[in-house]
């Protein structure tokens, strides 16, 4: 069973930076597609970038040029550097793996695996 682990969240004023952390357990992290979501209170959860296991990334549109999405395939660890950030950015910032192949990034019921979250809360 594969563990995902994040961490990095905090309380940041607007226009800072922060670096979140997801830390994968088993021998598949170096294979899959992973990807951060993110859900703020009373909305749906929100795609915000992933990256193949190649080093192909995709961002929300809202995220680009803000975000940027990287991994270490020797460290099965895969990170999100948020700069700029906004109140808006404030919710909850979700890890994923997928494993089966999918031309939708964005899609949430793709991935298969989940960590339990770390929040993000931005103060205007």
């Known amino acids: 069973q594969v563990q995902l682990v994040e961490s990095g969240g905090g309380l940041v004023q607007a226009g800072g930076s922060l670096r979140l952390s997801c830390a994968a357990s088993?021998?598949?992290?170096?294979?899959?597609?992973m990807g951060w979501f993110r859900q703020a209170p009373g909305k749906d959860r929100e795609f915000v970038s992933a990256?193949?296991?190649?080093?192909?990334?995709y961002y929300a549109d809202s995220m680009k040029g803000r975000f940027t999405i990287s991994r270490d395939n020797t460290k099965n660890t895969v990170y999100l550097q948020m700069n700029s950030l906004k109140p808006e950015d404030t919710a909850v910032y979700y890890c994923a793996q997928r494993l089966a192949y999918s031309s939708t990034y964005s899609d949430a019921s793709t991935y298969s695996n989940w960590g339990q979250g770390t929040q993000v809360t931005v103060s205007s």
């Open positions: 990256i193949r296991s190649g080093g192909s990334t």
């Open positions: 088993g021998r598949t992290f170096s294979i899959s597609v």
